[in-house]
């Protein structure tokens, strides 16, 4: 099985930054796209950023040029980068991670518990 969980939510005022991180642990073969998404009260998961094995990022319109993606394979965690964040940013982020536990096996998808992000003043 594969574990994931992030770190790094919190309260912080509008402006600011925070970092997160999704560790992945478990049997872990490789991961070939990390993703981070969010939910706010009342709204569907949208995606935020997403990060093939390739480092190819691809990011919201909403979060272009203030989010950064990035992962560690060696470590098997991702991250993210949250600069210049806005009240419309708090929400629950979520980690997922398309990988597998074998050379052999299916490609599956998870999920971490996620993490709460509020931007206030």
């Known amino acids: 099985q594969v574990q994931l969980v992030e770190s790094g939510g919190g309260l912080v005022q509008p402006g600011g930054s925070l970092r997160l991180s999704c560790a992945g642990s478990?049997?872990?073969?490789?991961?070939?796209?990390i993703g981070w998404y969010r939910q706010a009260p009342g709204k569907e998961r949208e995606l935020v950023a997403s990060?093939?094995?390739?480092?190819?990022?691809n990011y919201a319109d909403s979060v272009k040029g203030r989010f950064t993606i990035s992962r560690d394979d060696a470590k098997n965690t991702g991250y993210l980068q949250m600069n210049s964040l806005k009240p419309e940013d708090t929400a629950v982020y979520y980690c997922?991670?398309?990988?597998?536990?074998?050379?052999?096996?299916?490609?599956?998808?998870?999920w971490g518990q996620g993490t709460q992000v509020t931007v206030s003043s």
């Open positions: 997922n991670a398309r990988a597998r536990t074998g050379r052999w096996t299916t490609w599956q998808d998870y």
């Open positions: 478990g049997s872990i073969f490789s991961i070939i796209a």
């Open positions: 990060v093939t094995s390739g480092g190819i990022p």
